[in-house]
């Protein structure tokens, strides 16, 4: 993978004033980083600022939510888009977790205040307060019917809701915990581990598919297809692994250090968000990536696709939206 460009978190407002500025930098893996801005020259009668780059930098297009960069030196090429719209008054705390609704209208999250909420997932408003973890949430999801999540929390409870009047119908107690994230295809079961394993299950003989290795604690883990699969660990890798012949990965993909949080299959592709508040989406058909922007540094924990919008939760406490068609 070419080497990451970053831009400053808030360039979408810092670039709306004349001759506002921002910042942006690559970083070639075991070479210097590349440090330039970007400079705002007017706004056009469309509303579509007039952006020129710095040496080294070059801006191919821009419109009101999105910025096309290259870096030529590097072959590096990143299209940043900048939030849709922010949800600010779900929680107080950092979000944790975050899941939509298979019709799209609803939203779940979990917070390190205490709380779990379903909110319109168009415009933030609290719907329900879901009660009865004694700790923090850890997870939270809907089942395929919109109408149904699943939680699991530091009480070592997994509960089951109504969405509709946030009754919780089943308790499931005495799990012990030990995997980060859960994930399923087809008769498989997939299991990201803190001992640094990935454990793959055949759901109906419950045996052993395969054991992987990796480099540190697995957070996460998604199936691209039946046979690919994707897993994230604590020390910034995603390991590509086909569970025919996962005894070697089929790629490793390494962008930085930070803790690899979420990953997600999308269209021909996937999203990754990392501990450094970087959220990126490698497609397939794309020969740059595209990366989600407005967290300054926080880390991304989660992210959550219905249709052509994107939600992620963050540390700073917001739920971030963004259009695709933005693009």
Known sequence: MAAPLRIQSDWAQALRKDEGEAWLSCHPPGKPTLYGSLTC????????????ASEGFIVNEINKKSIHISCPKENASSKFLAPYTTFSRIHSKSITCLDISSGGGLGVSSSTDGSM?????SNGELRRVLEGHVFDVNCCRFFPSGLVVLSGGMDAQLKIWSAEDASCVVTFKGHKGGEREVGTESKMLLLAREDKKLQCLGL????????????????????LSGFLLLAGT?????????????????????????????????????????GDGSCFIVQQDLDYL??????????VFKVATWEKQIYTCCRDGLVRRYQLSDL
């Open 117 to 121: 909420k379903i909110w319109q997932a």
């Open 234 to 274: 604590q020390d910034g890798n995603i390991y590509q692994l086909d569970v025919r012949s996962p005894r070697a990965p089929v790629q490793v993909i390494h962008r930085s250090g930070a803790p690899v949080l979420s990953l997600l299959s999308f269209r021909d592709g996937f999203i990754a968000s990392q």
């Open 204 to 223: 109906q003989s419950r045996q052993p598919v395969f054991l992987f290795v990796g480099s540190d604690a697995f957070n996460c883990c998604t199936f």
């Open 41 to 52: 020259q007017g706004i056009g009668q469309d509303g579509i600022p007039e952006v020129t």
């Open 290 to 299: 595209i990366e989600l922007t407005g967290a300054d540094c926080d880390p």
